[in-house]
């Protein structure tokens, strides 16, 4: 499972912005999970994964690891840099 602190909703469908985040898995699924935050960072560096795209774990693992883990895990293509200040 996935839990959060949310610091604010960001647009109209309840997307919040979150402060803190925790994760609950066994260690296989972490690993999975790990992996593909890996294979995330590889195509945001090698700019396979373009603004305004994103992918999905249980695309890139399977829809079952997401049914077991208990949430999806995206990543975005686009991201703040470090002189981006949010309230």
Do not use: C
């Amino acid at each position: 499972m996935i839990y959060g602190y949310g610091r604010k909703t960001i647009n109209d469908y309840g997307l919040l912005e979150l402060e803190e985040v925790s994760i609950a898995l066994p260690p296989e699924k972490l690993r999975d999970l790990a992996k593909f935050l890996q294979t995330a960072a590889d195509r945001l560096s090698s700019g396979s994964l373009a603004k305004g795209s994103h992918m999905h774990a249980d695309e890139e693992l399977t829809a079952k690891w997401a049914a077991d883990a208990g949430f999806d895990f995206i990543v975005l293509g686009d991201y703040p840099d470090a002189s981006d200040k949010r309230d």
